[in-house]
């Protein structure tokens, strides 16, 4: 039972651990590029809550999160697989 949490927790760590990653990348991208003047003129134009990057970013975000939470459970098979060894 011990090697199956192991392996099931190196597995959700791999895997929630790189999809964060690409995530978080995907976020942070439209921030450092400039992007069109003429969509960021008629964007500053909106408020914060309703503009499309602000909310395309926050999704992202919080499944970047989520991922590392999926990471981070990974982790606490691979100790609890540990001790059952």
Known sequence: MGFLLVGCGL???????????????EALAPLV???????T?????????ARF????????????AAWLVVALYGLYLIQAGSVAL
């Open 41 to 49: 003129a008629i964007e500053a134009a909106r408020p914060v809550h």
């Open 11 to 25: 597995t959700a760590l791999a895997i929630g651990g790189w999809r964060g990653y690409a995530l978080a990348r």
């Open 33 to 39: 590029h400039t992007g069109d003047p003429t969509r």
């Open 53 to 64: 990057r602000v909310r395309l970013f926050a999704r992202r975000v919080t499944a970047a």
